[in-house]
């Protein structure tokens, strides 16, 4: 079976594998490697096209949710200290 012919078969770390070698290759290989890469390329990057486009969109992080609660947290415990303040002491007698 040819290469081309495996691609949509391939898992998605496989295929981002071999993404990354056809991309040395036509940089770097032998002349032979080069056109093999350039054939290669265009469905390598067709498939990687249409999976992405199949993958739901991604949720906002949970560091967001988790800096967002800090943040509210700190700002409550500003409000405590001013509150603090503001009230005057006992004075002992």
Do not use: C, F, H, Y
């Amino acid at each position: 079976m040819a290469i081309v012919d495996m691609i949509p078969t391939l898992p998605d770390k496989e295929l981002a594998v071999l993404k990354g070698n056809a991309d040395r290759l036509a940089s770097s290989g032998t002349p032979k490697q080069q056109a093999q890469a350039a054939e290669l390329m265009p469905s390598i990057v067709a498939e990687l096209a249409a999976r992405l486009a199949l993958k739901p969109a991604k949720r906002a992080p949970v560091k967001r949710k988790k800096a967002a609660a800090a943040a509210v947290e700190e700002e409550a415990e500003v409000e405590a200290e001013e509150e603090d303040e503001e009230e005057p002491e006992p004075v002992e007698g």
